[in-house]
Structures are given as structure tokens and as C-alpha cells.
């Protein structure tokens, strides 16, 4: 008689070891996630809208004083949208800096976050641009308005469900 084929379980997908930022969070109880290190092995965390301001406070005291990057970033037509934030921790004679990025995930109708421009001033453009393209707005940004687009553009260019304009009126440059 023939063995029978037995299905073979799918494989549990194993949890993500926390890295050293996320094991810090922990300790000192911020709500968050640990995600998948990219794959340069920079540790990245996930954070809920609320908890961002927290977080990035206490960061920011932990060492993390340089916002090298905030983006927007869109998962696809009728997915969520992500605000971006690569921190990294300049001091002297670091020939290899620590480096985390948080990510905040937001729904796609109204995605808002608080703005992190009272911690690290570099958010004051990076922010303004991920409004201009993507349409996420900065609670408690000093001057969020277009930066690449005219104020008066409709939509969102560097969403990946934007439909863009058959017409485009030329403005006079002078």
C-alpha cells in the first residue's frame, strides 16, 4: 500500500527579534512595534499616531538628534499611507552611527500625525513636502502648505491612485 501524502503545516512565521531601540522602548514602556530590520540591518519600529510625539521625545533624549529623513510613502491604491522618520545618533568620533527608523501608518481618508518640528527643526521642509505629495498632515506645523506644488493644485502627485490632469495651465514665471 501506498504512504499517503500528508499536508505539510505552512510555516509559522517566527517574531521579529527586537532590536536594541525597541528593547529600550520597552523597558522604559512606549507602546510600539518592532518590525522587520531592512537590509542594511537598520532596526525599524512601528508607532501608533498618538504615541509618535512621546517616542520621538524620548529619542530624541536618548541620543537621537538628527532627523536625516521624513517621508510619506503610499502601500497602493486603497491601502494606508506612512510617514517615515530615519533618525540617527551624531557624536564625536562615531565612525558608524546608530541609526532607527519609526514608521506611523495612517488611514488614507484623513491621514494625520503630529508634526516633530519642535524636536528636530530638519522637519520643517521634509514635512511640508510629504503634505504636498502625499496629503498627510502635520498637527502643529508652523507653516504647513505646498512647498513643490501650487497652492491651489488639486490631489495629491506622488499618490499611487492620483490620476493626473489631461490639462495643465502655463503660469507666467515673471
Request: glycine residues 6%.
Amino acid at each position: 500500500m501506498a504512504e499517503e501524502s500528508k499536508p505539510v503545516p505552512a510555516e509559522e512565521q517566527s517574531p521579529v527579534e527586537a532590536g536594541k531601540v525597541s528593547q529600550w522602548l520597552t523597558e522604559n514602556d512606549f507602546a510600539h512595534e518592532a518590525l522587520e530590520a531592512d537590509h542594511a540591518g537598520v532596526e525599524i519600529i512601528k508607532v501608533e499616531s498618538d504615541f509618535l510625539l512621546p517616542i520621538c521625545t524620548a529619542l530624541y533624549a536618548y541620543g537621537f538628534n538628527y532627523l536625516q529623513c521624513q517621508c510619506g510613502i503610499d502601500l497602493g491604491p486603497g491601502e494606508q499611507l506612512v510617514s517615515m522618520y530615519h533618525l540617527t545618533k551624531i557624536s564625536d568620533n562615531a565612525d558608524r552611527p546608530e541609526e532607527v527608523r519609526v514608521k506611523v501608518f495612517l488611514p488614507r481618508e484623513n491621514p494625520t500625525v503630529p508634526s516633530v518640528y519642535w524636536i528636530w527643526k530638519t522637519a520643517d521642509w521634509q514635512e511640508r513636502e510629504s503634505y504636498d505629495m502625499f496629503g498627510i498632515n502635520y498637527e502643529g506645523h508652523p507653516n504647513l502648505k505646498r512647498i513643490l506644488m501650487p497652492e491651489d493644485w488639486v490631489g495629491y502627485p506622488l499618490r499611487k491612485d492620483y490620476v493626473s490632469p489631461d490639462f495643465y495651465e502655463l503660469q507666467d514665471a515673471y
